[in-house]
């Protein structure tokens, strides 16, 4: 059975524009704060945490 290595990185920038290293890091400490800081953020935790914000953003500015 092969076994996923949880491999810690630094957090990468952020590929949609308007969006900082900064709202990223809040957002992925909000959705991570069981998770840390005993396990550190994967690539995929940053990836994930910034689709999300982006969907929220997007969300938050939908017409009603």
Not at 31 to 58: F, I, N, Q, S
Request: aromatic share 6%.
């Amino acid at each position: 059975m092969k076994k996923k290595a949880n491999k810690s990185v630094e957090q990468p920038e952020p590929f949609t524009p308007g969006v900082t290293k900064s709202m990223v890091r809040q957002h992925a400490y909000e959705m991570y704060r069981d998770k840390l800081p005993d396990h550190p953020l994967t690539l995929e935790d940053w990836v994930l945490a910034e689709k999300d914000l982006v969907a929220t953003l997007d969300a938050d500015n939908m017409p009603k």
